[in-house]
């Protein structure tokens, strides 16, 4: 095999084990992103759930408050709230609390479940591009290596 010829197969070398690392460090480079991709749509999950109980504590003390300023305003005329309207009036605000925060809990498990299903699924991505990128990575390597052989040791390679 004439210099030329040895030399082109080097350069081939060189640039099939460059080609390997470039894909092993971009393979890791989108794991570690889809995997933080994948934390953070955890995080959001959890989130979604919190501000929905936040959410419900809050119309609950709403509710307490409006409840206490109606025993506070009847008690303060002479009056009770043990009948008629006003006690009507409170059992159907108290069945539509319950009703809206049960809504708004089922609502905020809803998006909570797809950001847990997203999450799972960055995760699986995560490790597809992985293992892809090392497959990439190792197929480069022997091209390199068959490269190498021929460039530098005059033989046939492997392939």
């Keep these: 095999m004439d210099d030329y010829t040895k030399q082109l197969y080097q350069g081939v070398a060189w640039q099939y084990g460059a080609s390997a690392f470039a894909e092993a460090m971009g393979s890791a480079i989108n794991y570690s992103s889809l995997k933080a991709d994948a934390s953070s749509a955890r995080i959001q999950a959890e989130n979604i759930e919190l501000q929905a109980q936040q959410r419900a504590n809050m119309l609950r003390e709403k509710y307490n408050n409006a409840v206490g300023n109606v025993y506070f305003s009847a008690a303060s005329r002479g009056g009770k709230v043990s009948s008629g309207s006003v006690r009507a009036n409170l059992e159907q605000s108290a069945k539509n609390l319950g009703e809206d925060i049960a809504s708004q809990e089922k609502n905020a498990k809803?998006?909570?479940d797809a950001e847990?299903?997203?999450a799972k699924a960055l995760g699986k991505q995560?490790?597809?591009q992985l293992v892809?990128?090392?497959v990439g990575s190792i197929g480069s390597s022997v091209k390199s290596y068959n490269a190498y052989q021929i460039g530098y040791k005059g033989g046939k390679g492997n392939g």
Aim: hydrophobic fraction near 40%; charge should be positive; avoid cysteine.
């Design 116 to 118: 847990r299903m997203r």
């Design 132 to 134: 892809s990128g090392l």
């Design 110 to 112: 809803s998006r909570a």
């Design 126 to 128: 995560a490790n597809m």
